[in-house]
């Protein structure tokens, strides 16, 4: 079982910046491909971006641009550094780990966009 805990949601301005941070619990925790998602109230979650244990990334077309992803393997941690954010990116953000059919969540970190 992994579990992960994600933290760093919070309150901000249109056009602020957040950087949230996933930490998982196992130590193979560089096997796992990672992501973050998103849903927004009335909505389904949705992938928000992907970094593989080969560090490929990949970001929903919404985020590209304003969007980074990156792992540190040595901290066990999966970082999603947002720029630029809008209203629409009000959401419970959500760390997933996936490795073959086993698929992990945390419990999600609340983001809001609002002047």
């Known amino acids: 079982q992994v579990r992960l805990v994600e933290s760093g949601g919070a309150l901000v301005q249109p056009g602020g910046s957040l950087r949230l941070s996933c930490v998982a619990s196992r130590t193979i925790f560089s096997i796992y491909d990672m992501g973050w998602y998103r849903q927004a109230q009335g909505k389904q979650r949705e992938l928000v971006a992907q970094?593989?244990?080969?560090?490929?990334?990949k970001f929903a077309d919404s985020v590209k641009g304003r969007f980074t992803v990156s792992r540190d393997n040595a901290k066990n941690t999966v970082y999603l550094q947002m720029n630029n954010l809008k209203p629409e990116d009000t959401a419970v953000y959500y760390c997933?780990?996936?490795?073959?059919?086993?698929?992990?969540w945390g419990q999600g970190t609340q983001v809001t966009v609002s002047s």
């Open positions: 970094i593989t244990r080969g560090f490929s990334t």
């Open positions: 997933n780990a996936l490795l073959g059919r086993a698929e992990h």
